[in-house]
């Protein structure tokens, strides 16, 4: 019998490893655009001409993948059932002593959280990105303050990105192997995720 069992298909971590490759290349040519102080990330281009090229083609493909992986995940993210209003109630455990266990289905609610958090800053930065890129046909208020939305949202996205890489690689061990393999060990599931570990085998965690 085996000891994996299916967590993401071949499509889904594809769409994910996009997601993941635009958001990055998005971050390096942006850096340059956010302050002069990474004025030097535009080398990584050639120049800075082509490093706002780069950050609009991107941005495109940033935009419609993140939207298409929340919306094809949305059932699993958007809803939260009593063992997800328990585990928000107590903070996950993260700030308990004890040793914690709830009963949770494919998600828990901070990836529930992150991944609503994410489709609203795909939408917010896509927006005032569209905003920065036509400056003359929107109004000058509008291009100013998309400027500073889009500044803030980039830093906000960030912070929240290295949170989620850490969960899932060192902070959880075997959760990486979900995107990178597709399955994962049953006894991880059985820890995290107890709830979609039954729905999926109909054994008892
Ligand atoms: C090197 C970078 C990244 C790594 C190693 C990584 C890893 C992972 C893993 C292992 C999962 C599955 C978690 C599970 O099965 O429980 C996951 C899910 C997810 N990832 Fe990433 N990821 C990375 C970057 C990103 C980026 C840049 C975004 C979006 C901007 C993103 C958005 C998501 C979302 C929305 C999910 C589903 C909800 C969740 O698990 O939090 N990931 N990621």
């Known amino acids: 019998m085996s000891n994996y069992i299916e967590r993401f298909s071949t499509?889904?971590?594809?769409?994910?490893?996009?997601?993941?490759?635009?958001f990055f290349t998005l971050l390096l040519s942006g850096l340059g655009l956010f302050s002069r102080l990474f004025n030097g990330y535009f080398a990584l281009f050639g120049d800075g001409r082509n490093?706002?090229?780069?950050?609009?083609?991107?941005g495109i493909v940033?935009?419609?993948?993140?939207?298409?992986?929340?919306?094809?995940h949305k059932k699993d993210v958007a809803t939260f059932d009593d063992d997800d209003k328990l585990w928000i109630s107590s903070k996950g455990?993260?700030?308990?002593r004890d040793e914690t266990h709830f009963n949770i289905g494919k998600y828990n609610p901070g990836q529930k959280l992150f991944a609503i958090f994410i489709a609203v800053t795909t939408l917010v930065l896509?927006?005032?990105?569209?905003?920065i890129w036509l400056p003359t046909v929107f109004p000058r208020w509008i291009v100013q303050l998309s400027l500073m939305i889009h500044g803030l949202?980039?830093?906000?996205?960030?912070?929240?990105?290295?949170?989620?890489?850490?969960?899932?690689?060192?902070g959880n061990p075997g959760t990486i192997e979900a995107m990178l393999y597709g399955d994962v060990r049953k006894r991880w599931a059985r820890k995290h995720h107890p709830k979609w570990y039954k729905e999926v085998t109909g054994e008892n965690p």
């Not at 896509?126 to 905003?131: Q, W």
């Not at 960030?158 to 060192?170: G, K, P, Q, R, S």
């Open 153 to 170: 949202m980039f830093v906000g996205a960030i912070m929240f990105v290295v949170v989620h890489v850490y969960l899932a690689t060192i």
């Open 11 to 22: 499509s889904e971590r594809v769409l994910h490893w996009i997601v993941t490759c635009s």
């Open 93 to 96: 455990g993260y700030l308990s």
């Open 126 to 131: 896509g927006i005032t990105g569209l905003f």
């Open 62 to 72: 940033f935009f419609l993948s993140s939207l298409y992986m929340f919306l094809s």
């Open 51 to 58: 490093a706002i090229l780069v950050h609009k083609i991107a």
